[in-house]
C-alpha cells in the first residue's frame, strides 16, 4: 500500500478538501478481485438487500441493469468490471499520461490539469466557502443507488477509485 494525501477545491462550492489515496493498486487485479465477490451474485439477492436497506419500488429488472445491463447508459457492475479487467490501464494511451516524477498523479493530454488518482481511503473537510456541510453525494437514479448499494455492501474496491483535480503538484504530499 503506497498513500498520497491530496488537498484540493472540490465541487462548484469550491470547499478545501483532504483525500488519502492508495495509489499503489493494478486496475486488472482490482477488477478481477471485485468480479470473484460478485461471481455467484443474482438479481434476486441484489433486490432482497435493496428491500433491507430500504430501497422503495426496486424491482427484478432493476436489479438485472445494475448488475448485469450491457446497453449503453445501462451497464451493470459486472459488465464495467469486465471490461476494466481486459485492459492495461483504462487511460494510458488515451487521455492521460502518467506523471514522470509524482507516483499517482496523472496529466490530461489535451488540457494538461493535473489528477490525483486512487483507492480512496479516506476524504475530510479542511475549510468551506459556504455554510454547506461536506457529506457524500447522493445517487440520482435508482440504477446509481443500486450500485452504490452493491459496491458498498459487498465491499467493491473498483468503486473506490476516484480522481481529484489538482491545482499543482504541491497539492500532494506523500504519506
Avoid at 2 to 12: D, L, M, P, Q, Y
Avoid at 123 to 129: C, D, E, P, S, V
Wanted: net charge neutral; glycine share 6%; charged share 25%.
Amino acid at each position: 500500500m503506497k498513500i498520497i494525501r491530496v488537498v484540493t477545491s472540490c465541487g462548484s462550492l469550491h470547499n478545501t478538501i483532504g483525500a488519502d489515496l492508495d495509489i499503489d493498486f493494478d486496475y486488472k487485479n482490482l477488477a478481477l478481485d471485485d468480479l470473484k465477490k460478485l461471481e455467484l451474485i443474482q438479481p434476486s439477492d441484489v433486490m432482497i438487500l435493496a428491500q433491507e436497506k430500504g430501497i422503495e419500488n426496486v424491482t427484478i429488472k432493476d436489479c438485472t441493469k445494475a448488475l448485469d445491463g450491457n446497453r449503453p447508459g445501462e451497464i451493470g457492475i459486472r459488465n464495467t468490471l469486465i471490461a476494466l479487467s481486459n485492459q492495461k490501464h483504462p487511460d494510458e494511451d488515451h487521455t492521460y499520461l502518467r506523471h514522470p516524477e509524482v507516483d499517482g498523479v496523472w496529466i490530461d493530454k489535451k488540457y494538461r490539469t493535473l489528477y490525483a488518482r486512487g483507492i480512496m481511503i479516506s476524504q475530510f473537510l479542511i475549510a468551506t466557502k459556504t455554510h454547506y456541510f461536506f457529506k457524500d453525494r447522493i445517487p440520482t437514479t435508482l440504477d446509481q443507488e443500486l450500485k452504490s448499494m452493491m459496491y458498498a455492501h459487498y465491499g467493491l474496491l473498483t468503486g473506490k477509485l476516484k480522481n481529484y483535480a489538482l491545482d499543482n503538484l504541491s497539492c500532494i504530499k506523500q504519506r
